[in-house]
Structures are given as structure tokens and as C-alpha cells.
């Protein structure tokens, strides 16, 4: 008998769980995939009066909506704009939201909500909420596995620019991870998967005002544009009219497919190929390396970092004079390529130097 009443009681508990509770709630990673809750965007805070106004993006597919004041479950809802009036002037209010979807009578929310805070301000108040941003530039453009470092704060608006802002951090998000990434110090690094186009990165201030940042992604192996044409001498021009394709081929090869690897390749005496150092390359990078040393007297120089396409030419002083097209892989820009350089596009420099003969031979040994 008093087994049964043990087994009754655990019986009584275990439904008071679920069933005093209401709904039984779970989150979109712990449900099927195909229970996927939308995350609401674009969640903002203003304070009108003295009240707060939430307002944010209605999501796709969802029942509602569940608004978190303080840390503590506040209103569920199924419009996307909440007016709170249980406010206090200078007092600060953090809310977060969730929104949620039923799915086997179960109440499914979205992985994770975001948040906001806000001051209730009167005319006193020595802080007060963002109102615009500064230091921060509206576009970007980097390379494949490039980085750039954005800046930015948030600051009062200009009619409150003497107070001083609740707070100047912000917050970082992308539109498109499969682009490109942003940590929490706004570092945007562009992914090593061949992808190129544009990106949004979102910088969004402690009350949801957001700024859009937009990131181009280029593939700088293909160059739109060859500028400072004048610069380079007459021996070296053909690279980069006739013969662009051949290098951009060349330079992609080494760069994404045949990478980290270290030799020059030349023309031996009997008018073969040859390597400094033997590597594996395919038939096809190899007849077009051939082509392009066979139209021109130059050497093709691969790197770990870059790719050199090199004339050397000797005077009758027995000085060498290097005229050079380098290429530097993207994400790599501060490797040394051995010469002062000019950049003629974005990750391509003219190079030219001069150099003993007897310097030249040392090196080539």
C-alpha cells in the first residue's frame, strides 16, 4: 500500500509539472527542424511621454510574441508594437523579445530573442538614449578572406548632444554569415569560400537604433581596372593588356587551388619549362604558364603569399634592373614582396629595382 501511494505521488508531481504550468514550452534547437521559430528584427525602443513604445518586424509564421522586462516574463502578445506605461524616470528598462509558434500543442520559441534598454528621461536627466551614430562609414570593400575593422559609436542626438548617452557601445550582426562574419568588436571578415557580393552589417546602439554598414566582396584576381598605366615601362604594359587573363589565371591558381607552395618557373635551354623547386601542377596551369613566359622574357615567381611576374633585364654595367607585376594574395596584403611597390588595382603593384649582377647570381643558386 505504501508503495502505490509513493508511486501515485510521484504520478501527481510529474503532471503538476507540465500541466500546472500551461502550455508546455520548448525552443527551436531542442524541435524538428521543420519547427524552426523566425527571430523578430529590427526590435526597437523609444520612450514617448512618459511611457516606453516597443516596436519591432512582424515574423513570418508565428502565433506571437513574448516581451521579457527585466529579466522577468512581462506581456504575451500578438501585434508587433507593446506601450508600457509601468515606467519611472531615470530609471533604465532592459527588454528582451521571443517570438513563438505551436507545434504539437507545444508552444516552440525562436532560439534566441533580442534585446534592449532604455532611460526614462525628463528635462534633468544627465543621460539619455542614442539618437545617431558616429565615426562610422556606410560602405566598405574588401577582398576574399579580407577583414576590415569598423568603427563607430552611438551618441545623443544633436538637440541633446550636451547630455551624455546611456551608452556608446554597439552591437554587430550580419545579413549574410555565408559572406561574411562580424565579431562583437566589428572586425568583418569575408569568408574563404569563393563567394563574392554584397553584405549588410548591421550596427545597432543599446535602444535598437541601427546603422547599415554595406560590404562589398570582390575577388581582386580579376581586377576591373589597371590604374597608374603611365607608371609602368614600356617592357612590362603587355602584362596587363594582352596577357591580363593569362595572369589572373595564373595568380587564382596558386591563390584557392595549388596553395603554399615556393618556386619560379623559366624557360631551360632546349626551350622546356622549368622549375626552381618541383611541384605538382596540372597540364592546364602548366601550357599556360608556358604560353605566357614563351611571349614574353619573364619569370613567373609563386609565393606562399604572392605571385611575381618578373623582367630582369642587365646593363652594360653589369647592373640588373627588375620590372615587375606582383600580385599579393587577399587577406595577406602586409607580405613582403621583396621590392618598393606601386599599386596599379587593389592587391596587384608594379614593382621596379635594381640590383649587381653578381647579387642576381647569388640568388638564383
Not at 591563390?255 to 618556386?263: A, R, V
Request: proline fraction near 2%; avoid cysteine; aromatic fraction near 12%.
Amino acid at each position: 500500500m505504501k508503495k502505490a501511494s509513493k508511486i501515485i505521488a510521484i504520478f501527481i508531481f510529474t503532471m503538476s509539472i507540465f500541466v500546472g504550468v500551461g502550455a508546455v514550452e520548448v525552443f527551436a534547437d531542442t524541435a524538428s527542424q521543420t519547427n524552426t521559430v523566425n527571430e523578430p528584427v529590427k526590435f526597437i525602443a523609444k520612450q514617448k511621454g512618459k511611457k516606453v513604445v516597443l516596436k519591432w518586424s512582424k515574423s513570418k509564421n508565428v502565433k506571437g510574441y513574448i516581451i521579457y522586462k527585466n529579466g522577468k516574463k512581462f506581456k504575451t502578445l500578438k501585434k508587433n508594437k507593446l506601450t508600457d506605461k509601468k515606467v519611472k524616470k531615470n530609471k533604465v528598462y532592459s527588454y528582451k523579445i521571443k517570438a513563438y509558434t505551436i507545434a504539437n500543442g507545444k508552444k516552440v520559441f525562436s532560439n534566441s530573442g533580442q534585446t534592449v534598454s532604455i532611460i526614462v528621461t525628463d528635462k534633468k536627466s544627465k543621460k539619455v538614449n542614442a539618437g545617431r551614430f558616429k565615426y562610422i562609414k556606410n560602405q566598405y570593400t574588401i577582398s576574399l578572406n579580407g577583414k576590415v575593422k569598423l568603427q563607430g559609436e552611438a551618441y545623443p542626438s544633436k538637440k541633446l548632444k550636451k547630455k551624455k548617452v546611456l551608452s556608446r557601445k554597439l552591437t554587430w550582426s550580419s545579413s549574410d554569415t555565408s559572406l561574411a562574419t562580424v565579431n562583437a568588436r566589428g572586425v568583418v571578415k569575408a569568408n574563404n569560400n569563393m563567394k563574392t557580393g554584397t553584405v549588410i552589417i548591421y550596427a545597432k546602439a543599446h535602444n535598437g537604433l541601427t546603422k547599415k554598414v554595406k560590404i562589398n566582396i570582390e575577388n581582386y584576381a580579376y581586377p576591373s581596372k589597371i590604374k597608374k598605366m603611365y607608371m609602368l615601362s614600356d617592357d612590362i604594359k603587355p602584362l596587363v593588356t594582352e596577357h591580363m587573363a593569362e595572369m589572373t589565371k595564373i595568380v587564382s591558381y596558386f591563390e584557392f587551388e595549388n596553395k603554399n607552395n615556393e618556386t619560379t618557373f623559366d624557360i631551360d635551354e632546349k626551350g622546356n619549362l622549368s622549375m626552381s623547386k618541383k611541384i605538382a601542377i596540372n597540364s592546364e596551369m602548366e601550357k599556360t604558364i608556358f604560353n605566357l613566359i614563351s611571349s614574353m622574357p619573364i619569370t613567373v615567381e609563386v609565393h606562399k603569399g604572392y605571385v611575381a611576374f618578373n623582367r630582369i633585364d642587365f646593363t652594360v654595367y653589369d647592373t640588373g634592373i627588375i620590372n615587375s607585376i606582383a600580385y599579393v594574395f587577399q587577406g595577406m596584403e602586409n607580405v613582403d614582396t621583396g621590392y618598393e611597390r606601386i599599386e596599379i588595382a587593389p592587391n596587384w603593384y608594379y614593382q621596379y629595382g635594381e640590383f649587381s649582377k653578381g647579387y642576381f647570381e647569388e640568388e638564383q643558386e
